[in-house]
């Protein structure tokens, strides 16, 4: 509004006001003429002249309420906060006395009332407030109106305060009618605007009080107004600084982590407030509140005594958010909404700074410019720039003539690129409102991204391809094709080497996009992948549909188990038997250990003993005897079936260290830092009575002019490649050495700038790696090199090949892996410290999927699957689609943005040096059980991990397999059964458990993993059979005698009932196996096992009216509580997180405890 139309509309209101209209108008005009000529005059006089009509205190204290408040006051408001004030008489008042004198005041006197409120809204009228019916809220409107009031009336000391105490003590009465603190009948207004007015006036002990009542947290629960919990606690602790109270932040650290749980469930406010810590207010209310209403809820008896820490912040917005951006320092984020509010928040505290009216129809798309602009992309193309210090737009344009669909800035923002849903990709310089260049892709686009270094940019649409482009003129320097649906999102990584592309089918695929190589396609959302970035450090956040947010290592390689050592000394060499069982690994001072599959049972490995010299090489002659080559220049043969494992042969093999070993049909080969090669009849070094000087080399291979460092024989056996010192490779002809002397085939000296410290065949080329950091890939045919292979800052220990992949291993412990065109598929430190030796193999139970072991100094052996990725890390919180990821370039920290219309502010923290945690389960945990006298409880997750729990703790952790564990079952104290990849049996070692050393072995694979599946498990009497559901609707017995179980004798019977399948069992007291079924009409089946094994059905099946009425696929779980079915009360959950109780007889509405 402008200065003269401002002070014309005041000149008509004041007439108006004070009924100068019927004057003459000779007399009118004088007094119009001396009225004051600048319009913050005429404000002050205008109420001057309301206060000789009314009062000055009312004026003021009606006047600095409606500045105080935020939101405005109700005609109703006004009336109860001034008869407040007239209770009081004017004096010093408290919160406390303020909220007395509001209960009994008894009101302030009508008609003048009514005759003030009419004056004061033709003042806002003439201010500027829009025309509203009567009884609609009142506000200040304006800046030059609350100049005057500030001006007027907050020169009188502590006026400020005073109202703000009546506006607290006003709230405070609507949200505790009654004076019982049970804030059960509050007002929604009332209860979000209290902790503001408390604040402000400075009762923060009160405030502290309303933070930490659990009544006050269920009435927000019980409005829906939790999220806006957030912003009192936020209050308080910006009021009180480092002199925070503790409960209050445990308060808001609680609602921090259950923040989406309890929005979807209110009722499970008060049985989450329960779990916490037994010295906890939040325990302690929440039991009074249940014992004291008689309500029934579960008692967590060895839950942990401190608290849970929060992985995120939870941040409400007013409308849902569409867009999200963090400043180039990270201090700062900007949400967009659909509604076209830009939310500048503070990446510290996570509090909002600012809010910004943009003038677009919603923010679609939104970027960081510098520190003090940002940029807005609109739902119908505009582009908006505003300075985020003054709040003001500084230009806009229609840049598109669809949605802005991305938008991001150049690492050195001097470009800016906008992609939308026309099909246009455009480049803008920063801080300009023209482009520079574009680009019509012939599809809408979705996403755009800068190269981290180079001056390029890369967009992804509906065409399923990903285009990277030449910012200087937009010619295609890379596409990648083949996706399995449009492209949602593509990042670059922060080194700039790999970019990660989600599509809406829910997958990522990581590309070397230079060669336009795809790495890996996974699936990582249950719908659309709607973000996907890197963080800086390089590992992969990803969010979709599924309100999951994800953290991937952003690269291949899965570290599948660690094996310690029982001795510290150095991890010198590893050998995998043939079948891929075992692990033989050899030390510089302990001999040789074998180490048995499942590598993360901790099954006890095995001694080889030797002479307590390092052993520098193995190989096996078959998957029972081994060879180690010393040191010293002796070999040695075990048998590893003895137990101890014996040693059936020590031979002088060289005359220095014996340094590599290879084994084909009939040969072993032996290399030697003597300079020579030693060939050997496998017959002659197996179980003989032949003495050990009796064994002599079948020929000695004399060639290198330095130490022999490896050997490998060819897949046929034809020829040995042995490489050394000399920086040469041999290749010998072995095709019958007992027939003729081997001969060199084919050399190749200086093939490398330093020693050859490896090599291998990949079919019927070979490979070999140096210590001058590189792998080659030779002809032998032609001596040509086909291939080097770079990327590694230190010397080659260790080179294998897989499924047309080259996997290598550096002394710094850096894994890369090639394909056979030298396109870097993946590269991670395989083990942390200096890495010694690297094997790999096919490990048969994971699906003969590629494994690697890698020794190293530190003792320990590292087991790798380096070409598969790594399951996420899920970040709990969200409770809907999560639409956007943005992460700060200046730490880990990272916001999420969701339809529930919350950001989550996420701090990723680091682990504790050299203190390891137990793994957690990464995902859903899908089963559960408790041995028989109550010492242990296990659990299995969904990839196939089980965990060990004592005394609420976890002690062990150990992976079972790669499927989810579908059901657990304890046959005996300290014996196990898992159903996941098949069905085994796993004992438990409590002298391990105690040493924390490892826990669970596994015994026998009972069954292995057949067309059905398992549903649950159940045994009826311990040490008994076990009673197994399956999926295809049969009920499996497996008895076994409880004293040696996993080697007694299988008795196997199925039993099938039409077309049910339960999808539980449980046991009565008396044996009685409750069967409950899963199909259309819930059922319980009732049954006994006979002697010899076989289920009878007792009864007739009985019809379960399971209320409320849903159908019986809601239900997951039932257990009885006492008695049996028919005169008891069982527990069932549902899907739900809930717990229904049920009684049988009553028949009535279940209750939830």
Sequence with gaps: MGWGVGQLLLKCQWIQMFCFISLPLPQLSERIQKLPVSLPLLLQHLLGCLEQDHGLELVAIALVSLWAS?????????????????????????????????????????????????????????????????????????????????????????????????????????????????????????????????????????LASLLTDLRVVSAHVRLCLLPSLSEPYALYEGAVGSEHDETVASFRAFLQRNMDLVSQNPSLLLQQAANEPESSALCWQAQAELCGNGRRFLKWINKPQEAQESMSLVLPLPATPSSVSVSPSGSLAAVGTVEGTIHLLDMKTGQEQKSLLSNCDGISACVFLSETSVCLGAFDGRLELWSVREGCRLMGSDAHKAQVTDC??????????????????????????????????????????????????????????????????????????????????????????????????????????????????????????????????????????????????????????????????????????????????????????????????????????GNR???CSLAWLDNLFLVGGSNDGSLYIWNTSDLPPSCLHKLQGHERAVTGLAVCKNLVASTSDDFTVRLWLTETLRPSSATDTSISPLATLRGHTAGVTCCAFGLDGCYLATGGKDRALFLWDVKDPSQKTPTVWRSLPFCHRDWISTCAWTGPVLLSGSHDCTVCLWDPQTGKCLRVFLGHQSPICGVTSENGH??????????????????????????????????????????????????????????????????????????????????????????????????RLWALRQKDGGVKGLPEHRGVITAVAWSPEGEFAVSGGEHGELTLWQEGKAVTTAKTGSRCISALAFTSPHTVLVASDGISLWSINTSECEAGTGGLTQKTLLLPAGKASVLSACV????????LGLTDGALLVIGLSA???????????????????????????????????????????????????????????????????????????????????????????????????????????????
């Design 70 to 206: 935020r939101d405005g006051l109700t005609e109703r408001d006004l009336y109860g906060i001034l008869a407040t004030w007239k209770e009081l008489s004017g004096a010093d008042i408290d919160l406390e006395e303020a909220i007395h004198a509001g209960r009994r005041a008894g009101g302030y006197p009508m008609a003048p009332f009514f005759d003030f409120l009419r004056s004061l809204r033709g003042l806002l009228r003439a201010c500027g407030s829009p025309a509203e019916p009567p009884g609609s809220r009142l506000h200040l409107y304006g800046t030059p109106l609350r100049t005057a009031v500030e001006k007027r009336y907050l020169r009188k000391p502590g006026l400020d305060r005073t109202a703000h105490v009546l506006l607290a003590a006003h709230w405070w009465k609507l949200c505790d009618p009654d004076g019982s603190r049970s804030f059960r009948n509050c007002e929604a207004e009332s209860l979000t605007a209290l902790p503001y007015h408390l604040v402000q006036s400075g009762c923060l002990d009160i």
């Design 806 to 903: 080259v996997i290598s291993v550096d002394r710094e412990g850096m894994l890369v892996a090639w394909d056979l065109q030298g396109v870097e598929k993946t590269r991670f430190l395989a083990h942390p410290g200096r890495a010694n030796h690297c094997a790999g193999f096919r490990d048969q139970t994971e699906g003969k999927t590629c494994m690697l072991a890698v020794a190293g100094s530190d003792g320990t052996v590292n087991i790798w699957k380096p070409l598969t990725m790594e399951q996420p890390q899920v970040l709990s919180g969200h409770s809907a689609a999560v639409c956007g990821v943005a992460v700060s370039p200046a730490s880990s920290s990272f916001l999420t943005i969701a339809k529930d219309k919350t950001a």
């Design 1043 to 1153: 004293a040696n179980f996993w080697k007694s004798k299988r008795k196997k019977m199925s039993w099938s009932y039409g077309d049910h399948v339960c999808f539980d069992i449980s046991a009565s007291k008396e044996g009685i196996l409750h069967v409950w079924d899963s199909r259309k009409n819930p059922c319980l089946f009732k049954m006994r096992m006979t002697h010899s094994g076989k289920l009878r059905e007792e009864e007739n099946s009985e019809p379960i009216p399971w209320e409320p009425r849903r159908p019986s696929i809601w239900v997951t779980v039932v257990r009885l509580v006492e008695g049996e079915a028919r005169t008891g009360s069982f527990l069932f959950g549902p899907r739900s997180p809930e717990l229904f109780l049920h009684d049988f007889e009553k028949q009535p509405s279940p209750s939830r405890p």
């Design 1020 to 1027: 009826p009497v311990p040490g008994g059979p076990v009673v």
């Design 613 to 615: 010299v390092a052993v």
């Design 408 to 609: 991001c800035i150049s690492s050195d923002s001097r470009l800016l690129a906008t992609v939308s849903l026309d099909g246009f990709i455009k480049l803008w310089e920063s801080g300009r409102d023209c482009w520079t260049r574009e680009r019509d892709c012939t599809c809408p686009l979705n996403g755009v991204t800068f190269h981290p270094a180079d001056q390029l940019v890369a967009t992804g649409g509906w065409d399923r391809t990903v285009t990277v482009l030449d910012v200087n003129d937009m010619s295609v320097v890379s596409e990648m094709k083949g996706h399995d649906a449009a492209i949602r999102c593509i990042s670059f990584s922060s080194v700039g080497n790999v970019l990660a592309a989600g599509s809406l089918a829910g997958t990522i695929c990581l590309w070397s996009w230079r060669e336009a190589v795809a790495l890996c396609t996974f699936v990582a959302h249950s719908g659309c992948v709607a973000a996907a970035r890197f963080l800086p450090g390089g590992k992969l956040i990803t969010a979709g549909e599924d309100a999951k947010v994800q953290l991937w290592t952003g690269r291949l390689g899965e570290l599948w188990s660690t094996l310690q050592p029982p001795a510290l000394s150095a991890a010198l060499c590893a050998a995998p038997s043939p079948d891929g069982s075992r692990l033989a690994v050899g030390y510089h001072s302990d001999d040789v250990w074998v180490y048995h599959q499942p590598w993360r049972s901790g099954v006890d490995p095995t001694h080889c003993k």
